[in-house]
């Protein structure tokens, strides 16, 4: 219990922290918010993590709505502003004590291609490039249904946020991908708490109920069709609330130690970096109506997790011209490859760990750098030497690796580990810094099976009627291998397409 609330109380400082109205989660352990304990806590967190006048009162709480959205993280507010723009009375029920779920920890941006963002930057990109991509990165284990409905749709879900003030004008690159086509806001800060901020200004602008502390125990059916939910709330009252249609935005399970041991035993001592609420709720519920799960085992480690306590540390910070070096100082893979390839690298070094090494330039170009110096995340050194001193390691060896490194940049070739992308800037830009990061659970590529059309399948290949899901909580399109900046693009384009496709459906 302790290990819970601590967990939900170091999710709810960092909403705190980054913005008022944002945080936690989609869903979260049953047992836990039974007891009164850590009702209570959630409560109190709540307060402090987030305005009170962003949520609706429980009070007001209807019987019956056209269409009930399990789940208030980016797939869950983007469902529902997509089915109130079609016409639809949506609600958001949220498990946690306030919204956000990990779209607010989503750090490196929203990756899509052929945009104006790219246009306007002279980047030239394309659709069939980064399908490739994507395919390659997951081992070409992606459904490709799914994959090609992804990025032929990517562009025009930064349109459509753009059409709502959510503006993602800033490009970098991330690890697999050989174009800059990761969005995010102006100012280079971390995409989640930007999108979680805006997403929640347009759902009260538009009206859609949002409750906070609502936990959905079942999902309903009639003659075989979905009609609505049964949500408990104030610990132990319970309502049922009756809709054409379901949609399950509940995130992943990669903060369920029960289901990390049960898929990948071998992952089981892995440090999280997933919010407390991520603990596979919205998949039970879907199976629970014949809804089947695929790629249950493809569970993503993330190369740079800082480890006590355990916080990404964004692909950005690589992908704007940081270096990863051993406990020698030395490079020892290509910093943008895979996070699977890069994490392998990393447990293969003496100690399995390794350190993040960038300079003031990277600390400029990466705001989310603020967020980790404030976490007592970052070393800090006036110069290479001061930095190395501190980081334990060897003097002269660091200032070879970076000496090369620029070098290397200069001459735009990497020299060691054949890198090609995040090579625009030398790290000579003073004071240096360096983050100590190990590999960590980060994402759960398995979940429900859907269509382009994110109906819930069944195994005969039947979708499931008035049921449909988006986000992590869905699995297939990433394959193996879950490229950076590809997760946040999913909320947003499957999320927009479950409230579009709801309408036509209740329609």
């Known amino acids: 219990m302790k290990t819970r609330l601590f967990a939900i109380a170091a999710s709810l400082s960092m909403v705190a922290a980054s913005l008022a109205g944002c945080g936690s989660s989609n869903s979260s352990s049953k047992k836990a918010s039974s007891s009164s304990k850590t009702t209570s806590s959630k409560k109190a967190e709540a307060t402090t993590g987030a305005s009170k006048s962003q949520y609706s009162s429980m009070k007001d709480l209807k019987s019956k709505?056209?269409?009930v959205i399990v789940g208030a993280g980016g797939a869950g507010m983007s469902a529902a502003l997509a089915a109130k723009d079609k016409g639809l009375k949506p609600v958001i029920l949220e498990k946690m004590p306030v919204a956000g779920g990990n779209t607010l920890k989503a750090s490196s941006g929203m990756n899509a291609s052929e945009t104006k963002v790219q246009t306007k930057a002279g980047i030239k990109d394309s659709n069939d490039k980064f399908y490739e991509e994507t395919l390659k990165g997951g081992h070409g284990t992606n459904d490709k249904q799914m994959l090609r409905f992804f990025v032929d749709h990517s562009a025009s879900a930064v349109d459509w946020l753009d059409s709502m003030g959510i503006k993602l004008t800033?490009?970098?690159?991330?690890?697999?991908?050989?174009?800059?086509?990761?969005?995010r806001p102006a100012d280079g800060s971390a995409v989640g708490g930007y999108l979680v901020n805006g997403l929640l200004k347009n759902v009260k602008k538009n009206n859609i109920p949002i409750y906070v502390n609502a936990d959905v125990t079942k999902i309903n059916e009639n003659d075989g069709k979905v009609d609505g939910v049964k949500v408990k709330f104030n610990q132990d009252k319970t309502k049922t609330i009756s809709s054409k249609a379901v949609i399950v935005t509940t995130g992943g399970y990669g903060a369920s130690k029960a289901m990390i041991k049960q898929y990948r035993p071998d992952l089981a001592k892995y440090v999280t970096t997933n919010q407390a609420g991520s603990t596979?709720?919205?998949?039970?519920?879907?199976?629970a109506l014949g809804g089947y799960t695929v790629d249950m085992d493809k569970i993503q480690i993330h190369p740079t997790v800082y480890q006590k306590p355990p916080y990404l540390v964004g692909e950005?910070?690589?992908?704007?011209?940081g270096i990863l070096v051993n406990r020698n100082g030395q490079r020892f893979t290509n910093e943008m490859g895979t996070r699977d390839v890069v994490s392998e690298a990393i447990n293969k070094q003496d100690g399995q760990y390794a350190y993040v090494v960038f300079d003031g330039g990277v600390k400029e170009r990466v705001k989310a750098i603020s967020q980790y110096q404030k976490k007592g995340m970052v070393i800090a050194g006036d110069s290479l030497a001061d930095l190395a001193k501190k980081m334990d390691v060897s003097s002269s060896q660091l200032a070879t690796t970076v000496k090369t490194w620029n070098t290397d940049v200069q001459n735009k070739k990497d020299s060691q580990f054949d890198r090609t992308t995040g090579m625009d800037n030398q790290l000579k830009t003073p004071k240096y810094y360096a983050i100590k990061i190990a590999p960590g659970i980060h994402y759960t590529m398995g979940g429900v099976k859907i269509n382009p059309q994110t109906q819930v399948l069944k195994k005969s290949g039947q979708a499931i009627p008035g049921l449909y899901a988006a986000g992590e909580v869905t699995g297939g399109l990433h394959g193996d291998n879950r490229i950076g900046g590809n997760s946040v693009?999913?909320?947003v384009i499957f999320g927009r397409q479950a409230g579009t496709q709801v309408a036509n459906y209740v329609k």
């Open 316 to 321: 950005a910070v690589r992908g704007e011209g």
């Open 65 to 67: 709505y056209d269409v």
């Open 280 to 287: 596979g709720d919205g998949i039970k519920l879907v199976t």
């Open 489 to 491: 693009a999913e909320i």
């Open 170 to 183: 800033n490009l970098t690159i991330t690890g697999g991908m050989s174009a800059k086509r990761t969005h």
